[in-house]
């Protein structure tokens, strides 16, 4: 089954508004967990590495004002993209890792579409 | 030079076939390296994880060169359902590679 769980699978909104997103590891800590940004046909690309109880750490080139990371507690993470754009429409994908060589698990995405 | 990169593909080929993939990365610290797999529109999972010694998982293959930098995934007997895109991610930084098109015809 499912070991990290993403919130909501798929997201329409107008431009201008907010739009979050939740990642939750369910049967593990996650004290490190990633977010992801995919476009058609192209890598995923990692935007942030979310820390508990700490600042996320943003990827060259990401707007730390836009993409809102709170890591509240071991098992969730949220993304929140804020005053969203058409440009920010995409494949949303946060995963999480558990202990030191374990592989990452990913959410199952989230397919945002800002009209 | 990107931190990871893989074969462009996309990769054609018949069912039953034998196909490789290979994937450079150019962090020598690199620890662990894994192998993804994605369909189209969902998100990655995992295929293998990449071991020092080489791992083989039915007719999956992958190997680690420490001293070329690079990771290779072979699948033999191709099926139809191995069609997606192929990542490979060491795990130093999470870093992806932009995946490998396989499309296995009937």
Redesign the interface.
Known sequence: GAVVS?HPSRVICKSGTSVKIECRSLDFQATTM?W?RQFPK???M?MA?SNEGSKATYEQGVEKDKFLINHASLTLSTLTVTSAHPEDSS?Y?C?AMGAN?S???????T?LTVT | RKEVEQDPGPFNVPEGATVAFNCTYSNSASQSFFWYRQDCRKEPKLLMSVYSSGNEDGRFTAQLNRASQYISLLIRDSKLSDSATYLCVTKGKLIFGQGTELSVKP
């Open positions: 993403q990633f992801y192209q890598s995923l990692l590495t494949f994908i995963s060589n592989p990452l698990h990913f959410g199952n995405g397919r």
